[in-house]
T-cell receptor, first 114, second 115 residues
Framework: AQKITQTQPGMFVQEKEAVTLDCTYD???????LFWYKQPSSGEMIFLIYQGSYDQQNATEGRYSLNFQKARKSANLVISASQLGDSAMYFC???????????FGKGTRLHILP | DSGVTQTPKHLITATGQRVTLRCSPRSGDLSVYWYQQSLDQGLQFLIQ???????AKGNILERFSAQQFPDLHSELNLSSLELGDSALYFC??????????????FGQGTRLTVV
């Protein structure tokens, strides 16, 4: 079974609009962390934002926020005021308490249109 | 710059050959993770080392092996290479290697092409 599911293989968004990238996860461990990474065409993996399972508030980092809905096991990334430089592949990932490895979803390719 | 250094950046080799990929983690990070990213499989976790010892193992083939040295750098050895091993290989590091870490820092990757 997939631990991390990203249902949007690709998205096209107009510049300056907000965009939501979907991520659902599956774990029975009460302790876990959720991550979002950006991979531009150059290939490097860039950390964007982190949400811990015990965090009471949704994580925010500049234009990035994580819409964490624990009961629904959902951790969507919201990018406000999108920019052309946001065009990239975006990966949702999870680390569980009992297992140190980080598991990645298959990614969403985001295209920002001028 | 994440502080994680991977060498070489690009590698082209023939089927049946053996290669070694190197990773230097961020200063102070004890944990090193190896991932393989191919077009059809996405990012696959291979193996994790913590302070010199293997901590977790993922979908790593028997032809592949890794180790972490006393200075904490790590090497991923790929042998009897096949065309399907062509991929981007990432190394990541974190301080503890537990869920308490808020992020893992990735290197730039090594692009391996097997011809």
């Amino acid at each position: 079974a997939q631990k991390i599911t990203q249902t949007q293989p690709g998205m096209f968004v107009q510049e300056k609009e907000a965009v939501t990238l979907d991520c659902t996860y599956d774990t029975s461990d009460p302790s876990y962390g959720l991550f979002w990474y950006k991979q531009p065409s150059s290939g490097e993996m860039i950390f964007l934002i982190y949400q811990g399972s015990y965090d009471q508030q949704n994580a925010t980092e500049g234009r990035y926020s994580l819409n964490f809905q624990k009961a629904r096991k959902s951790a969507n990334l919201v990018i406000s005021a999108s920019q052309l430089g946001d065009s990239a592949m975006y990966f949702c990932a999870m680390r569980e308490g009992a297992d140190d490895k980080i598991i990645f979803g298959k990614g969403t390719r985001l295209h920002i249109l001028p | 710059d994440s502080g994680v250094t991977q060498t070489p950046k690009h590698l082209i080799t023939a089927t049946g050959q053996r290669v070694t990929l190197r990773c230097s983690p961020r200063s102070g990070d004890l944990s090193v993770y190896w991932y393989q990213q191919s077009l059809d499989q996405g990012l696959q976790f291979l193996i994790q080392y913590y302070n010199g010892e293997e901590r977790a193992k993922g979908n790593i083939l028997e032809r592949f092996s890794a180790q972490q040295f006393p200075d904490l750098h790590s090497e991923l050895n790929l042998s009897s290479l096949e065309l399907g091993d062509s991929a981007l290989y990432f190394c990541a590091s974190s301080v503890k290697g537990t869920w308490e870490d808020t992020e893992a820092f990735f290197g730039q990757g090594t692009r391996l092409t097997v011809v």
